[in-house]
Antibody, heavy 127, light 110 residues
Framework: EVQLVETGGGLIQSGGSLRLSCAAS????????MSWVRQAPGKGLEWVSV???????YYADSVRGRFTISRDDSKNTLFLQMNSLRAEDTAVYYC?????????????????????WGKGTTVTVSS | QPVLTQSSSASASLGSSVKLTCTLS???????IAWHQQQPGKAPRYLMK???????NKGSGVPDRFSGSSSGADRYLTISNLQSEDEADYYC????????FGGGTKLTVL
């Protein structure tokens, strides 16, 4: 069964650090694009970071320079290192697997979308 | 960077049908999107991938009551024979080198 399980959330003071983990089963993390998505209380989904299968990483402007996405292929696990945490980082953090679909045209283009989500882990940053 | 626009709320009666809309911003009308459902207190769940042609592929276990269609820059999610468990937030998502989400539509089943 394809599954993602996030751990590592908790209550942390502003300025502190946390490391989230996302353990995958039923598929190989390194073969997929993988993202972290967060949801602040009462708000919508906000993409945080992505790691491509080749290892390239990208971040939302709101976390760039503070958060680092990585993976351990031997453990089939995705990570999110969060430093310099702020109150506005308070959210449920989800990891998600992405798969692709190609649109053929004059220039063909691959679209990546999330097809498997974890249950999430809650991060609360107190000020 | 594409922008996805969704109505903030929608409502429909038990057993009826509802059509939710996700509109792609100008210049991005050919983009593929995905629809996700988030029931209260739960994680999001992938529903389907939807192309500009209207072709869609649903995730495993998604009921037949859920279908997708497209018209220009609009991407639709239609839910037929509404059930109480369909009351949820629905998000559309696309890709532009990184994921982009719409603001979500809160569906109330009356």
């Amino acid at each position: 069964e394809v599954q993602l399980v996030e751990t590592g959330g908790g209550l942390i003071q502003s300025g502190g650090s946390l490391r989230l983990s996302c353990a995958a089963s039923g598929f190989t993390v390194s073969s997929h694009y993988m993202s972290w998505v967060r949801q602040a209380p009462g708000k919508g989904l906000e993409w945080v970071s992505v790691i491509y299968s080749a290892g390239t990483t990208y971040y939302a402007d709101s976390v760039r320079g503070r958060f680092t996405i990585s993976r351990d292929d031997s453990k089939n696990t995705l990570f999110l290192q969060m430093n310099s945490l702020r109150a506005e980082d308070t959210a449920v953090y989800y990891c998600a697997r992405q798969v692709n679909s190609m649109v053929r045209g004059v220039v063909s283009y691959y679209y990546y979308y999330m097809d498997v989500w974890g249950k999430g882990t809650t991060v609360t940053v107190s000020s | 960077q594409p922008v996805l626009t969704q109505s903030s709320s929608a409502s429909a009666s038990l057993g009826s049908s509802v059509k939710l809309t996700c509109t792609l911003s100008s210049g991005h009308s050919s983009y593929i999107i995905a629809w996700h459902q988030q029931q209260p207190g739960k994680a999001p769940r992938y529903l389907m991938k939807l192309e500009g042609s209207g072709s869609y592929n649903k995730g495993s276990g998604v009921p037949d009551r859920f279908s997708g269609s497209s018209s220009g820059a609009d991407r639709y999610l239609t839910i037929s024979n509404l059930q109480s468990e369909d009351e949820a937030d629905y998000y559309c998502e696309t890709w532009d080198g990184n994921p982009v989400f719409g603001g979500g539509t809160k569906l109330t089943v009356l």
